[in-house]
């Protein structure tokens, strides 16, 4: 009897760490096919992705977690059961609900003429910069921090002074001025991040609400391809490697408690 419950154990575990050929569609909650979405098992961490018509095809083993992660769609999951491997999977994702930004309004004064030039009307020097390939100022106009080698030690070695540069360095202006930008651009990939992203992305993974603000943080300090995915605007790439950091995360705050 008991050889009967050990072979009935052991076949049970062969069949939960095996893996298994999974095949599927996913499309979006109006019926559209969904191509290039990435699939991730977080068991592995293998990465597959749906081809143009939607369709899938991953290794995964009884249990594993599936996630689907696509720009502009709510992350979704499936845990893999045995009776995937006999049956294809539909998943559906839904879409993040997009801000508009507001039309701007124009005063028409009822001068057909007049109203054409203003809807028409482009600043001379706009046109001259495009044209010779001028670009555009930086978003954050930034007074540049002085340096003690390129600001004070080579004019020095040139028979120059610059007592500004030597004040700034001195008195822990420019070292104020670095700490302050890093700060606003440490934000500004916050803010990035959280206008791309539904909060619920981050509460499914385990993280409370009021902590997702701090999750992207750690997530950006502890992850350096997210910053490197943010400077390429790609989301995709932002997601896939926050999904590494969730479990470090979880168990941090399971330690905090």
Request: aromatic share 8%.
């Amino acid at each position: 009897m008991w050889k009967a419950f050990v072979l009935a154990g052991l076949l049970m575990w062969g069949i939960s760490f095996s893996q298994q050929k999974i095949s599927g569609k996913i499309q979006s909650e109006d019926g559209d096919i969904l191509n290039a979405v990435l699939i991730v098992d977080m068991a592995t961490n293998e990465r597959f992705t749906s081809d143009d018509s939607g369709n899938f095809t991953v290794s995964a083993g009884v249990g594993d977690e599936l996630r689907f992660i696509r720009t502009g769609f709510m992350r979704e999951s499936h845990i893999v059961t045995a009776a995937d491997a006999s049956q294809p999977l539909l998943m559906t994702l839904t879409r993040l609900v997009q801000e508009i930004e507001p039309v701007k309004m124009l005063h028409l004064t009822g001068d057909i003429d007049k109203d054409s030039k203003a809807l028409h009307k482009e600043n001379p020097m706009d046109r001259v910069n495009k044209a010779i390939d001028v670009p555009a100022p930086p978003e954050k106009p930034r007074e540049k921090p002085s340096e003690t080698v390129n600001d004070i030690l080579l004019p020095v070695l040139a028979g120059q002074l610059n007592l500004q540069a030597i004040y700034d360095v001195v008195s822990g202006k420019s070292r104020r001025q670095r700490s302050l930008y890093q700060y606003e651009d440490f934000q500004d990939k916050v803010k990035w991040i959280r206008e791309r992203t539904a909060t619920e992305f981050f509460t499914d993974a385990g993280i409370p609400e009021n902590k997702v603000d701090e999750f992207i943080q750690f997530a950006l300090l502890t992850e350096p391809q997210i910053s490197r995915a943010i400077k390429e605007k790609n989301i995709d790439k932002a997601l896939l490697n926050f999904e590494t950091v969730f479990p470090v995360y979880i168990e941090k705050m399971k330690k905090d408690k």
